[in-house]
């Protein structure tokens, strides 16, 4: 999602490979629907040995992982997939953890945990406990509090993108859409305060694109999503609650909730080395299920969002395939997913994956179909490299300069009526209606929000409490209010000469300058 300075270490490691075996029993620990509960009595296909890091399927022994995880222990998983990658970002290394496998394996289970958990209660419950995080939490929020808890660490910072049908979506900042690859130029700075706008053909700027033109190579540009500064152990479990809550999921024969986005939530540190300070990340990519449509039963919207899922898995394997071949061209561009993804397999961080399979026979052909995933997976290798240490009074000084840039692209780019937003020419009686009804609707947005993370709150105390009742019909009646209010709001933007959208180019210009003003914030 973000490149760095790095000094390379010189030697390519391949990316360490856990696969996870749900056993026909996890059913008690995750949701299922009742159709899936029968499948819990089919022949199990896979048979795992955690010793040897070696399984079974079909009679045929796989002993290529790095890591067996059989069972529903995330302790277990942690130690086995997170805890090489905890150490490394320690040691000033950016890393990336991502879940694979089919629909209902287990892929957010092992990310974040099972529905309900990510909440403030159970923290506390745990904490209570003398444990530092609840027996049921995921990879993300165990990594996210231990590296909370390092005196180190001068600053912690999160984003979330969500990928859905093959578009970038901010879940921090109202589902914005994020630009993703390379867009229209917005001008040619100069310097000493001169910018020449996109569409010049002056001799300087022709001279320059020219140069740029030549270039060799292409890098992978960031994807620039809001950052959200983490306090507290609370705001994790906060965090990866309103993640839940926010994600598009959808219930189908084989998973009673399947996430139908690709999910990548990043933390952004600053860690503090001697007198320098460094900047690594740790990338958590918790990838939608494959899945077949026969058997999931879905149809309408939802088998759409199966064929683009598919579309995008597809293409990542060819991009795994294409890296473990090593051949030159890799198809990055071919999905929004993979162009995100660049930077990972560029080989500058930790990279480890975990994939998912579920043991009935059931989903033996699935499970073999991930299998090969994973065995082409060993083949890659990336170049880790630690995240170059700075002076941190340089950092903030250049950091300052490229915000001042990125403040005069984004002025231009408003000058030229690329930023959307209400017209200058728009009736005035209009205007003030939309400006109100964005106001109400932004306020709304807010509330249903609000309502949905106490609901979660409230579910997780036991017994369950009347207050869950109210806050269930405060939430139907608050969707009630909003759909309205979003339906006058998109009438309103279709009137003449009222409302025009933000280019793609202007969106990413101003996501560069929170991105830019979230970075000054960390020195």
Known sequence: MSSRASKSTGKKHRIEVSIRVRPPSWSDHITTCTQNLKNNHSTVAVHANTSSSSLTLNDTTYNFADHIISGSDQSTCFDAAGARLLSKIQEGYSCC??????????????????????????????????KLVPDTWGIFPRVAIQLFNLPQVQSFQVSVIEVYQNRAFDLLDQHKVLSVGSTRSSGTDLGNGTFHPSGCYCRICHKIRHKQSNQPGRKAEAVLAKREVVKSAEDVARLARLVEISRIAKGHLLNARSSRSHCLIQIHLSLKQGGKVSE??????????????????????????????????????????????????????????????????AGRVCASVIVNIASEQDHAEESLGSLRFAKRLTGVKVRESQVEACDPKAKREMIEKELVHARRQLEVMIQQGLGGGILPMADSIEKRSLEENLTKLSTMESHVMNIKMQLKEAHSLKPRSAQCHQLEEKLHKAKSHLEIAQGIVGRQKTIKRLWAEPTLACTKVRSQVQNLESMLAMH
């Open 280 to 345: 690594p990340t740790f990338l958590f990519v918790d990838l939608a299920g494959s899945e077949r449509i026969k058997k999931s039963g879905v149809i309408g919207e939802a088998s759409h969002e199966a064929t683009r899922i598919n579309s995008s898995l597809t293409v990542l394997g060819r991009v795994i395939q294409a890296l473990a071949n090593g051949v030159k061209h890799v198809p990055y561009r071919e999905s929004t997913l993979t162009q995100i993804l660049q930077p990972v397999f």
């Open 97 to 130: 953890l991502m879940a694979y496998g089919q629909t209902g394996s287990g892929k957010t289970y092992s990310v974040f945990g099972p529905p309900g958990v990510l909440t403030e209660t159970e923290l506390q419950r745990a904490q209570s406990e003398g």
